[in-house]
């Protein structure tokens, strides 16, 4: 993947590996679910067989299929390695604290009348 496979984007693949091997599994899954099918794939962007395999075990089939559409996208384009950097940065965030991957919502429950403010 030429820039993409520096050693600070493998040093942070290698993280990323280890937390999702070693977290548990519905955790890993929920934040994988939640984050950006485009920032997931820039995530996998150059990283090793292993650690795809383990992350597209533990999402939905739809989802997964649209990740390796993003991948396949971009394995044709340059890809600049800070925006893989900055995908795996706010994964690794995500995978160790109760943030919500990509500083995304979750769900949004509308109110009903007799709901306190």
Request: hydrophobic share 40%.
């Amino acid at each position: 993947m030429g820039r993409t496979s520096s050693p600070t984007i493998r040093a942070l693949q290698a993280r990323l590996a280890d937390r999702v091997h070693r977290l548990p599994v519905p955790r890993v899954q929920n934040v994988l679910m939640a984050t950006t099918d485009r920032n997931l794939a820039l995530a996998l962007l150059g990283c090793e067989n292993d650690l795809e395999h383990v992350v597209f075990a533990r999402i939905a089939t739809g989802k997964a299929d649209r990740v390796r559409s993003e991948l396949a996208i971009m394995e044709h384009r340059r890809v600049a390695a800070e925006y893989v950097r900055s995908a795996l940065v706010a994964l690794l965030a995500a995978l160790e604290s109760s943030e919500k991957a990509d500083g995304r919502t979750g769900y949004w429950r509308p109110r009903r009348g007799g709901d306190p403010p």
